[in-house]
């Protein structure tokens, strides 16, 4: 009957021990904060004797066993062996190897390899440096950062952060303060010697870092929003610009002047931007679609805004209601009336619509094609919409479904110029 375990040789425990305690992050973090408990025991699968005196007539067990005593007499950390007694009488010694014994961390570093001592050194280095930047009394608070802050040791060591990377980390931590940004962008913060995308790249370990210095209270943030915008919020600085509207300048008079309206007359501007700041013109045309921009008549003292699709965020303002007159002229979709009802619901007033009525439909039948956005207008929508309004949504849903939506592109020119020339120039 053979041994039911194998015994097992320095090689075998060595990988054990490097597996279990090293490249399992969890185990290699309380190693370095000194919360790992002592001795460590890995054991050598010593066989029972009955199991002995049952190989005793097996060749090979003999030469396995004598093989094993060999290697770990020959194993150079003899005081981490744990020896026990064993009458086996197998070599004429009494004494077997029982177990390998990690006493200190001392210990375990010397059953670690060149790659994973240097990548424990790197660690240590790297924790005290930044405890000394950030002013912190404890460095091993820092090791719950080891993956980022050094590299993972899961499936051979990935270093995550580079030594220029780190460095400019150091250089980077003491110039960050609440609100330093004020009406910037991250990337236009005035920090020196840092690249412009250095806290886009690092956010989340700046992030964690800022939250165990205490310099961010994590109990008093707002939930549900990216690590980005956190930090964002620390600084002051305005979100990433997104979300661009097209404005174009209706009034030929208005572009004259560069100092008031630069020397462009069609420009992108962020939404944000736009809910801070009132283009020019008595008047303002919203239109849904960014190519229905292109096609809008000279209008006097109005400017446009076109292609924000969806995007009304910036209706939420201050300006809008100054206006002396404001339009929104949509496609003639659910999607479009369920825009136009946004829109009105974040400027908080009833904005006439343009040619999003009955009328407009009936007009131009034989332009109508398929609605496949599979949206339908919402009843607290509908109760923002015009009596016109409601009726053209209805008229929409009673068509047949291939033609049930007309795009504002498909309008007659000489129609759109009409309408709108007429809305903002009647007294």
């Excluded at 969806?310 to 369920?338: E, H, M, P």
């Excluded at 619509?353 to 332009?367: C, Y």
């Excluded at 609605?371 to 209805?394: F, N």
Aim: include cysteine.
């Amino acid at each position: 009957m053979p041994v039911k375990k194998e015994l097992l040789h320095p090689s075998d425990i060595i990988t054990a021990v490097r597996e279990k305690e090293f490249a399992d992050l969890r185990h290699l973090r309380e190693h370095l904060r000194g919360e790992r408990k002592y001795p460590l025991v890995f054991k050598l699968n010593l066989p029972k004797s009955s199991d002995v005196h049952e190989g005793l007539r097996n060749k090979s067990f003999i030469t396995g066993y004598t093989d094993f005593q060999l290697a770990w007499k020959k194993f150079p950390h003899q005081e981490m062996i744990r020896s026990c007694s064993r009458n086996w009488r197998l070599d004429g010694c009494d004494t077997v190897p029982e177990a390998l014994e990690i006493s200190c961390f001392g210990d375990l570093r010397k059953l670690l390899d060149a790659h994973q001592n240097r990548f424990i050194d790197l660690a240590v280095k790297r924790v005290e440096q930044l405890a000394r930047v950030a002013g912190v009394a404890d460095p091993a608070v820092f090791y719950a950062l080891l993956a980022q802050l050094v590299g993972t040791t899961g499936h051979g060591i990935e270093y995550s952060l580079s030594d220029r990377e780190f460095s400019d980390l150091l250089i980077l931590l003491p110039q960050l303060r609440a609100g330093m940004g004020r009406e910037l962008y991250l990337r236009s913060l005035p920090l020196i010697n840092i690249d412009t995308k250095y806290i886009e790249n690092h956010d989340k370990l700046i992030y964690d870092i800022l939250c165990i210095t205490g310099v961010l209270d994590v109990a008093a943030e707002v939930q549900g929003i990216t690590v980005r915008r956190k930090i964002e919020n620390f600084l002051g600085v305005e979100p990433h610009p997104d979300g661009f509207v097209s404005v174009v300048i209706l009034d030929p008079k208005l572009v004259g002047d560069p100092a008031v309206t630069g020397r462009y007359r069609i420009c992108m501007v962020p939404a944000a931007e736009l809910k801070k700041h009132a283009p020019v013109g008595s008047n303002l045309l919203v239109v849904e679609n960014k190519e229905s921009g292109y096609m809008l008549p000279e209008i006097p003292d109005t400017v446009a805004v076109f292609g924000g699709g969806k995007n009304v965020s910036w209706a939420d303002n201050d300006w809008i209601c100054t206006k002396r007159k404001v339009a929104y002229w949509g496609d003639l979709d659910q999607s479009g009336f369920k825009i136009l009802a946004q829109f009105r619901h974040k400027a908080d007033f009833q904005i006439p619509s343009l040619m999003m009525d009955p009328g407009t439909i009936e007009k131009h039948l034989e332009r109508m094609c398929m609605d496949d956005s599979g949206e339908t207008v919402e009843p607290a929508e509908m109760s923002l919409l015009t009596a016109d309004e409601k009726d053209a949504v209805r008229l929409l849903s009673s068509l047949d479904h291939s033609v049930n939506r007309l795009e504002q592109e498909k309008l007659n020119q000489d129609y759109v110029a009409e309408t709108v020339l007429k809305f903002f120039t009647e007294k």
